[in-house]
Nanobody, 128 residues
């Protein structure tokens, strides 16, 4: 499986912006659609955004569409998620996700399967 490593989480204030990064070494990453989810204890894991292997297409959840942006740096094997106007309700563990099948659509990241990969997660806490 692709090994995904998230970074960029931490404690921020309401109204701030944050950029999360997900890096995966190796050639497998280069053909994977990837994205971001978040999880709050007691709730289901929530899809946020995703992007195709070449960065040509992206897909967003309605809950963050107006204040988020996903991008991909193929040279650095990294996917970034920027969240703006953060609020306490954004407090969660944020996870990077990658599809196991190559050249998947961005929307396919909304349907993760056991053959797909997850990162360990990075905590984001937004204070009021």
């Amino acid at each position: 499986q692709v090994q995904l490593v998230e970074s960029g989480g931490g404690l921020v204030q309401a109204g701030d912006s944050l950029r999360l990064s997900c890096t995966a070494p190796g050639p497998t990453f280069s053909t994977s659609a990837m994205g971001w989810y978040r999880h709050v204890p007691g709730k289901e894991r929530e899809f946020l955004a995703s992007i195709t292997w070449d960065g040509g297409s992206s897909y967003y959840a309605d809950s963050v569409k107006e204040r988020s942006s996903i991008s991909r740096d193929r040279a650095e094997n990294t996917v970034h998620l920027r969240l703006n106007f953060l609020r306490p309700g954004d407090t969660a563990v944020y996870y990077c996700a990658a599809k196991g099948s190559p050249y998947s659509t961005a929307r396919s990241v909304t349907m993760m399967t056991p053959s797909d990969s997850w990162g360990q997660g990075t905590q984001v806490t937004v204070s009021s």
